[in-house]
């Protein structure tokens, strides 16, 4: 009997230790407004959720443009050429690159002194050109034009392959270069490159490399 | 030098029509004590100036991983990405930088290569969706260049990626089906300019920086014809992708 009557002291001193403990904290009261039955009420809430969005950032890592310039073919003379370009910026460091061109060569040194003979006819006289290159930005600064001008610019280095067609044959190409690129405004920019084209040939009867060096200038536009 | 001027319209022309699209940026507030602008996207350039915390900024497009942005003042400047990752929205919530695409898990490859095809240069580029996180869906183009003849391939195909968690080098394997057209150029032509075929391949991709991977593959291809022997050619090639 008496352990009975202390269990039930000792469960109700620990309910009032228990009510001492939480005395800081309020019963949540519920507020209920109390609408009179039947009736509606005087405003009717309507609240639209306003969406927001949040504009997206711009990317601009593509890169396109056109170029033309002077291609200099291995015994056909230096000849002007056209082209197009366009790129993917993959990093700060690394683009990647494809280039088509179009030019069409002179007379071979062999003709010029034999007049009576032709090596190539018209339409084997057109070179033209696709490449896929890796480059590399290998010094990136800023050029200077007088005290108030200054220009972000890259010198890069590219390595390619890519297809010649010349002499009515398409031909497996190598390609290598070098150029700069001249950002007048963030979204337009000139280049200066100089890239070799070589394959191998046996239009004068001996396989052999032939090298094709071009010097372009061009324009493209970053989006 | 009226070319050059004429190519300049032309861009001109060509940006001012892509920048209609997006008039409304990005605005973020500085909650580091400062944050560095320089004056152009890379690591070398110099710092023009630095915004300072609490101060609202406009954020006006990347390139690469380097973010353009206008300072309150009108400063414009080229803000590193993990930089700008440490700004908020003006309702505190993170600044929402894109993150790049887990190598692991992405969706997109396109691609360039060279390799050798039928003992042949080869030039090659595909593109490549993931079906799931070990099964892609890839198509390829290329074009072989031999003394003999020239070759036009296309391809579809199904690859898995045995293991895509590992990141620098990851072995594949596929199959698939395609066309290969025959350019002659010496005589004798060739009996077939066309043909249907089939391949099998055993590859590998791995990592290299950012969005940037290699792929190399093998392929063994059963060209089908209508001749008493069916034509097995090789291929092997060696190309960089940028994935998405």
Redesign the interface.
């Known amino acids: 009997m008496e352990t009975r009557l202390c269990s039930v002291l000792l469960a109700a001193a620990l309910l009032a230790g228990c009510s001492w403990f939480h005395r800081g904290e309020q019963a949540p009261t519920q507020i209920v407004a109390e609408e009179p039955q039947g009736e509606p009420a005087v405003i009717e809430p309507q609240v639209n959720r306003r969406e927001v969005k949040t504009p997206k950032i711009k990317a601009k890592d593509f890169e396109v443009g056109a170029y033309f310039g002077a291609l200099s073919i291995e015994d056909f003379g230096t000849n002007p050429i056209y082209g197009i370009r366009a790129a993917y910026h993959v990093s700060e460091d690394i683009f990647l690159e494809g280039f088509a061109a179009y030019s069409k060569a002179g007379q071979s040194s062999l003709e010029e002194v034999f007049p009576q003979i032709t090596v190539l006819s018209n339409s084997g006289r057109q070179f033209t050109y696709y490449d896929l290159d890796v480059g590399y930005n290998v010094l990136p600064g800023e050029i200077f034009l007088g005290r108030g001008h200054a220009f972000n610019s890259a010198l890069y280095v590219t390595v390619g392959i890519g297809d010649v067609k010349f002499a009515s044959q398409d031909q497996f190409a190598l390609n290598f270069g070098v150029g700069t690129r001249i950002l007048i405004t963030d979204w337009l920019a000139l280049h200066m490159d100089v890239r070799d084209h070589v394959f191998e040939s046996d239009l004068f009867g001996v396989d052999k490399n032939v090298h094709n060096i071009e010097a372009t200038l061009g324009l493209t536009t970053f989006f | 030098m009226r070319?050059?001027l004429a190519?300049?319209l032309l861009?001109?022309a060509?940006?001012s029509t892509?920048a209609h699209a997006?008039e409304?940026?990005?605005e973020l507030v500085v909650t580091q004590p400062y944050l560095e602008m320089h004056?152009?996207?890379?690591?070398?350039?110099p710092v023009v100036y630095v915004a300072e915390r609490d101060e609202l900024i406009t954020?006006?497009?990347?390139?690469?991983?380097?973010?353009?942005i206008r300072a309150p003042h009108g400063q414009e400047g080229w803000v590193r990405r993990t930089d700008l990752a440490l700004t908020t929205?003006t309702?505190g919530e993170p600044a929402?930088?894109?993150p790049y695409p887990v190598f692991s898990t992405h969706q997109w490859e396109v691609g360039?290569g060279?390799g050798v095809y039928n003992r042949?240069?080869l030039?090659t580029?595909y593109a490549d969706y993931s079906l799931t996180d070990s099964i892609d869906a890839e198509f390829v183009v290329q074009?072989a260049?031999g003394t003999l003849d020239?070759r036009y391939v296309t391809t579809i195909g199904l690859r898995h990626t045995f293991v895509p968690e590992w990141k620098w080098f990851s072995p594949t394997a596929g199959l698939g089906t395609g066309y290969q057209y025959i350019?002659d150029?010496v005589p004798p032509a060739p009996l077939e300019k066309s043909n249907q075929m089939a391949y099998v391949s055993l590859g590998a991709r791995g990592f290299i920086?950012?969005?940037?991977m290699w792929r190399a593959d093998w392929r063994h291809y059963v060209v089908f014809n209508n001749l008493n022997v069916s034509e097995e050619l090789e291929e092997w090639k060696l190309g960089?992708a940028?994935f998405f």
């Not at chain 2, 004056?39 to 350039?45: A, E, N, Q, T, Y």
């Open positions: 070319p050059l190519l300049m861009l001109q060509f940006h892509l997006a409304r940026h990005l004056s152009g996207p890379g690591r070398g350039f954020v006006l497009y990347s390139r690469t991983e380097w973010y353009k929205l309702s929402p930088i894109p360039a060279y042949q240069n030039v580029a074009q260049l020239n350019e150029k920086t950012r969005r940037f960089f940028v």
